[in-house]
């Protein structure tokens, strides 16, 4: 696939079709995330690879509790002195699917990056942080020229250590996102996004 093909054609998918994903595949992709930028030329992050029902549901069980709690009519609805965001309608079509989402992707990468804890005093201090995300859109890059699509879930507030302590990630790593990987519902709903308009993006030589 031409290269901005792919970035045309990534988006997040939140429904998996049963198709089945060679598992070379998923190696492929995530050699290509070990071609991400690094910003200490080590390149010692790891990937956990979930595959059984068993696994998933094991991991995700507190991502269970927050979709399943979650009432999207409820949230959509709510008395606003504005009309719903497109960032709300994605809110509210996401959340209840949380966990479906990666149960039902027949692969889930988790990438570790090295670091004990977060600091962002400046912004050089994320620079592990920053880098796992280079890693990571190069595994949905990579994913979707492979024809596949990609779930991502970033671990809500506690469930971070709880699913770090269930997976018995040393203490040194920490966990930045939940990556499913399948071939995506193509029957799933597809909302509308914003289109920056890169003109007005643009602020040559200092802000104006
Ligand atoms: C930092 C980050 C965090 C995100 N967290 C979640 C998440 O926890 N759950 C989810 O379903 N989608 C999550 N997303 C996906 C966004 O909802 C999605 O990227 C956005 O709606 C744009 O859609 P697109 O990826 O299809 O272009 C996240 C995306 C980013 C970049």
Redesign the pocket.
Known sequence: MEFYEAIEK???T?EFSDKAVNVETVKRILEAGNKAPTWDHNRNWQYIVLSTDEEKEYAFDEAKKTADKFDADRYLNIPRPYPVTLGQK?YGY?MP??FT?LKDAPYVVIPLFKSKELDGEYVSKLNPFATIWCVIENIFLAATAEGLSC????P?NKEHDIVKKKLKVPPTYMIP?FIGIGYANPEEQILE?YKPDVDKQIHWGKWK
């Open positions: 990534r988006k997040t939140r994605m996401a699917k949380q989402m779930s991502m879930r970033i809500l996102v996004q």
